[in-house]
């Protein structure tokens, strides 16, 4: 298996392969205690489908979608909230690139 997890959150190719991957993360995110998920994402072309991937497989958790801000937008809005941040970016990395960063 590839090794997705970077040195800040999961960086991939967004490409078919991926997207099972994706919806294995946003299943995964129905275990943690927080009861609201807020998603921002950058302005990449796969960005938006990603946050649909992820929030298609949330049951009972309020989800706030943001839509484009920076990454520090969602780190301070998830601490004002006390819930759990979800930034789809991949920072500096190329444009075929994209990644999740947690808060």
Known sequence: MKNYFGTDGIRFIYQQETKNLIK???YALNSCKAKTIIFGHDTRNSSQEIVSLMANE???KNIKYVGICSTPCIGFLSQKHNCLG???TASHNPSE???????
Do not use: E, R
């Open 24 to 26: 294995k993360i946003g």
């Open 86 to 88: 979800v930034m789809i």
């Open 58 to 60: 949330l049951q009972k």
């Open 97 to 103: 690139f994209n990644g999740i960063k947690f808060f």
